[in-house]
């Protein structure tokens, strides 16, 4: 169990990613993990095939999942493994479609910016519907990505745009950190990288821990809810 969907229709929002980083910590922790990689560019199949050695034996990475393959990669892996992470190309399409309604989290990353809050508005709007549609609250979470210390005046405009909308927003948000892209460069885990490899790895994994404990508390607190 959980099936965590990271999803926007917009590239380049930090999905694969965060994806990744997520996958990462709870490995690191023990747990086996399952990543489904449902873009058709592969960016997480390509990072497991191109530095098999250095992936976490916790972890298994299964490429290659389209619309007609997804729903039952999912479910087959939410029942063997404790975490289920999908991945998605930027796009509302079937395979996204099918990834929410099994999703127990969405989680939909944005930077600070309007062109990707506005993408978000889609994701939540496509979520909705689906809830609907399936007669199921499917819960979601916007999560800020490549923030910096000093936040912009737009990134602060979203944020308060967003929380009077009652958007909700993930407590803990995904840093821009040099370590973040340095695995797909070169591989292995952020806990891998040194400060020969990126400048301040602490930093970065300190950060993936708080990301990947706020998903935690987010998935406990859904649960007490539905006891
Ligand atoms: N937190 C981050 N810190 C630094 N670079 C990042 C971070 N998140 C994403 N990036 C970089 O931004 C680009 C887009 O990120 P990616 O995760 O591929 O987005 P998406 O999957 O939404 O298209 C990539 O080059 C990635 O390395
Ligand atoms: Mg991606």
């Known amino acids: 169990m959980p ?47 191109r530095f098999g050695d250095s992936v976490p ?15 039952d990669a999912i479910d087959t892996a939410a029942e063997k493994c404790p975490f289920v992470i999908v991945d998605l190309e930027g796009s509302a399409n079937l395979t996204a479609s099918y990834a929410i309604s099994r999703a127990d989290l969405v989680l939909i990353p944005m930077r600070g910016k309007q062109l990707d809050a506005d993408q978000a508005g889609r994701v939540i709007a496509l979520i909705e519907r689906e809830s609907k549609a399936f007669r199921r609250k499917i819960d979601y979470r916007v999560v ?26 993930l407590p803990a948000s995904m840093m821009e950190r040099a370590a ?3 695995m797909f460069q070169l591989g292995g885990t ?30 406990r607190e859904q649960e007490t809810a539905a006891a």
Not at 57 to 71: A, W
Not at 144 to 169: W, Y
């Open 190 to 219: 952020i806990f891998d990288l040194s400060e020969e490899d990126v400048s301040n790895p602490r930093t970065a994994q300190e950060n993936a821990q708080q990301l990947a404990t706020a998903v935690i508390e987010t998935l």
């Open 3 to 49: 099936v965590i969907v990271l999803c926007s229709t917009k590239g380049g929002v930090g999905k694969s990613t965060t994806a990744l980083v997520l996958a990462q910590v709870y490995a690191a922790a023990g747990s086996s993990v399952t990543l489904i990689d449902a873009d058709p560019n592969q960016p997480l199949a390509t990072w497991a095939s």
């Open 57 to 71: 034996k916790q972890l298994e990475v299964m490429g290659g999942i389209n619309e007609e393959s997804i729903v």
């Open 144 to 169: 800020f990505s490549m923030t910096t210390a000093l936040q912009s005046r737009e990134q602060r405009h979203i944020r308060t745009t967003l929380e009077e909308k009652g958007i909700p927003i």
């Open 180 to 182: 973040f892209s340095a």
